[in-house]
């Protein structure tokens, strides 16, 4: 199986950032997130300078709902990178990390009028979603006594191949305004005199591995852009969102780069701006592209059984990784002490969940493990961690974080008193 460079095989056993990762079980258990620090940066700067090289004012903001561990925003932060945050408690990741207010994009489709106070305050620009989050926030940044910044989400209306539950520009849905009434939306905004209207903003989709697309994203955006400027909108930023998917299927699945990226869509959109006579920033925000291969779940075999087919029961389930239960998404999975054996048997990976459901990776080949062995499931650093729950009450289990020689927790392992600590006893039950 081909593998990124961070993770290798040596004496039989996976390693990662050249740590062997039965040992890391030795010492912190299982279930264990495990990433590499050098890899997330060597990500970020790969799609930095890809698109650097292509047109002089870029700037990258992490999708913060990827991965919103403050060690990874913070390494992120150092090396110049804005966010994407989707939430309050995405912007206060986002500023303790050190990301600078400037580089943050405040989105969201149903933000509440605390959501639009908190984003006025920190001086951080909006993405509006719908005309009443305009008035609103014009009202929020007049009693502030100040102008707030916005561009409105855009709805290209476009069909992209990737999980539908994943695709986010398609005409029907949720976000954004249709693209036909953009115009009419920036008239009104422009109308208003507490917010100025400076950048506009779309996303398409996520775990896109065609880059055409968002070449079609880039001429709806192109097109708007044009219009805006005629109307006297001053763009300062043009978001082109996020959605560079990676191959979860490591041997089969085109993997597109972030130079495919920059070669075809930034040209669309430098021709389109220089048409306008502009020169906005270019804005991006990939979430799993940076942090999606950094990392690996180490999951322990607490049985195996053979029923109508072969299962290996082990101890990370939908609770820690929810995407192959909510997506259908496939993640490599290695024998961690057995790494380049033979592929000789074949097994469906399912976790302690109390759901049919809870199933890791249906029908694989693995090489030879029983009881006791550790698993690695590849690809778990975007949405992994994030979308974990408590489900089951299963305390969630540490992040472990590596950089060169060094390991340490960069999230400790929950308690059951971590569960029931936000519980409270109802006064008629004391
Ligand atoms: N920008 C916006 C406005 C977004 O909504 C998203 C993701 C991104 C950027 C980052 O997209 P990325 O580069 O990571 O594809 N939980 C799903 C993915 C949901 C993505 C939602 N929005 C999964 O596990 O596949």
Redesign the pocket.
């Known amino acids: 199986m081909k593998l990124p460079h961070h993770l290798t095989i040596k004496d039989h056993h996976l390693c990662i950032g050249g740590h062997d990762c039965v040992r890391l079980v030795q010492e912190y258990g299982t279930p264990l997130y495990v990433t590499s620090e050098d890899r997330v940066c060597e990500q970020f700067l790969h799609y930095k300078e890809a698109l650097s090289h292509q047109y002089p004012k870029v700037q990258v903001?992490f999708?913060a709902?990827?991965n919103g561990n403050l060690a990874l925003m913070r390494v992120l932060a150092q090396l110049g990178a804005g966010a994407?945050v989707?939430s309050a408690g995405e912007l206060h990741l986002a500023l303790e990390a050190g990301m600078r207010p400037e580089k943050l994009l405040f989105?969201g489709s149903s933000k509440t009028p605390a959501d639009l106070k908190l984003a006025v305050e920190k001086g951080v620009k909006i993405?509006v979603d719908s005309l009443d989050e305009l008035h609103q926030l014009d009202a929020i940044a007049r009693a502030a006594g100040t102008i707030a910044k916005i561009g409105f989400?855009v709805n290209p209306a476009l069909e992209v191949p990737t999980?539908p539950?994943?695709a986010?520009g398609l005409a029907t849905s949720k976000?954004g305004i249709p693209h036909e009434k953009i115009p009419a939306a920036y008239a009104e905004a422009l109308a208003c005199k507490n917010v100025k209207p400076v950048g506009i903003?779309c996303?398409i989709?996520?775990?896109?591995l065609d880059v055409e697309p968002f070449v079609r994203a880039a001429e709806v955006m192109v097109r708007i852009a044009k219009e805006l400027t005629h109307m006297g909108v001053q763009l300062e930023f043009v978001d082109l969102?996020?959605?560079?998917?990676i191959p979860y299927h490591h041997d089969t699945d085109p993997a597109p780069t972030p130079e495919d990226y920059a070669k075809k869509v930034v040209p669309v959109f430098k021709a389109g701006m220089a048409a306008c006579g502009i020169t906005p920033e270019l804005w991006v925000?990939?979430?799993?592209?940076?942090v999606?291969d950094s990392t690996v779940l180490l999951t322990r075999v607490n049985s195996t059984k053979m029923t109508h087919k072969s299962f290996a029961n082990v101890d990370a389930g939908f609770n820690l990784l929810?995407?192959p239960a909510?997506?259908d998404?496939y993640h490599e999975v290695i024998v961690a002490g057995n790494a380049d054996a033979a592929t000789t048997t074949e097994c469906t990976v399912t976790g302690p969940i109390c759901e049919t459901g809870d199933i890791l990776a249906p029908d694989r080949k693995l090489p030879k493990f029983a009881l006791g062995d550790i698993l690695a499931v590849l690809d778990t650093g975007?949405?992994?961690y994030?979308?974990s729950s408590q489900y089951n009450s299963r305390p969630r289990c540490p992040e472990l974080l590596i950089k060169g020689s060094q390991v340490a927790l960069m999230r400790r392992g929950e308690t059951i008193a971590d569960i029931t600590g936000t519980m409270l006893r109802p006064p008629w039950q004391r």
Do not use: C, V, W
Not at 241 to 245: K, W
Not at 285 to 290: H, K, N, T, V
């Open positions: 903001l999708a709902k990827a994407d989707f989105n993405s989400r999980h539950k994943i986010t976000f903003h996303h989709g996520s775990q896109i969102g996020g959605g560079l998917g925000e990939p979430g799993r592209f940076l999606a929810i995407r909510m997506y998404s975007a949405y992994g994030a979308m």
